[in-house]
C-alpha cells in the first residue's frame, strides 16, 4: 500500500503552544496535501505542497516536505482550542487520486 | 453557494440487504470519489469517477459498485449488505470550481452505516 503514515497517533497540547505532526509515504510524490478533520464532520483541505517546494506557509500552517526522506510535518503555531481535530497527510502519486494516511489526534486544552 | 451533500446522514440495515448512499454536488466538478473510514484504517478509496459514465475502483470495491449518469452524483450501492461495511462514508469531488490546486477535494458530511 501507498498509504503514508501520520506520527504521532494523539497528540495533547496545551493552548498557546506549537503542534507538529509528521507524515511519511512509500513511493514518488506529485504533490502532498494536509486536511483537518472535526469530530463527525467531512475533512477539510488545508494546505498543499509541491514535490519540488521545501516548504510552505498558510497563516499559523508551516508544512515542509523532505522528497529524500520521503517525510512531511505539519506545524501549527500559537494552538487555539479550535485547532482540536484530526489532521490527515493525503499524498498524489500521479494518478488524480490521493492516498491518505490514518491520521492525528490533535487535543488543544485551554 | 456550491456544496457536497450525502443523504442519508445515518442508516441502519440488515445484513445482505442492498444499501444506496447517494452524494450529490454542484462544484459541477468532474472528479467524485467515494471513502469509508473505519477506526486504525484511516480514510479507504472504494471507488472514483473522472466524469459522465467513467468508474473505476479503488483499494477497497469488493461489494460495492457506482454508476455515474450525470455531473452532480455518484450513488454508492452495497449489493448485499455485510457487517464488515459497517462504517462511516465519505463522499469528496475535485475540480477547478473552488479550488486552488486541481486534485484539492471537497468532501460531504458523511453518512454513518450499521449493518446489523
Known amino acids: 500500500s501507498q498509504q503514508g503514515e501520520e506520527d504521532p497517533q494523539a497528540l495533547s497540547i496545551q493552548e498557546g503552544e506549537n503542534a507538529t505532526m509528521n507524515c511519511s509515504y512509500k513511493t514518488s510524490i506529485n504533490n502532498l496535501q494536509w486536511y483537518r478533520q472535526n469530530s463527525g464532520r467531512g475533512l477539510v483541505h488545508l494546505i498543499l505542497?509541491?514535490?519540488?517546494?521545501r516548504e510552505k506557509h498558510s497563516g499559523r500552517l508551516r508544512v515542509t516536505l523532505d522528497t529524500s526522506k520521503k517525510s512531511s510535518s505539519l506545524l501549527i503555531t500559537a494552538s487555539r482550542a479550535a485547532d482540536t481535530a484530526s489532521y490527515f497527510c493525503a499524498t498524489d502519486h500521479g494518478y488524480s487520486t490521493l492516498t491518505f494516511g490514518k491520521g492525528t489526534m490533535l487535543l488543544v486544552s485551554p | 453557494d456550491a456544496e457536497i451533500t450525502q443523504s442519508p446522514r445515518h442508516k441502519i440495515t440488515e445484513t445482505g440487504r442492498q444499501v444506496t448512499l447517494a452524494c450529490h454536488q454542484t462544484w459541477n466538478h468532474n472528479n467524485m470519489f467515494w471513502y469509508r473510514q473505519d477506526l486504525g484504517h484511516g480514510l479507504r478509496l472504494i471507488h472514483y469517477s473522472y466524469g459522465v459514465h467513467d468508474t473505476n475502483k479503488g483499494e477497497v470495491s469488493d461489494g460495492y459498485s457506482v454508476s455515474r449518469s450525470n455531473t452532480e452524483d455518484l450513488p454508492l450501492t452495497l449489493e448485499s449488505a455485510a457487517s464488515s461495511q459497517t462504517s462511516v462514508y465519505f463522499c469528496?469531488?475535485?475540480?477547478?470550481?473552488?479550488?486552488?490546486?486541481?486534485?484539492?477535494?471537497?468532501f460531504g458530511p458523511g453518512t454513518r452505516l450499521t449493518v446489523l
Open positions: 469528496a469531488s475535485s475540480g477547478r470550481a473552488g479550488a486552488t490546486f486541481y486534485n484539492e477535494q471537497f
Open positions: 505542497i509541491r514535490s519540488n517546494e
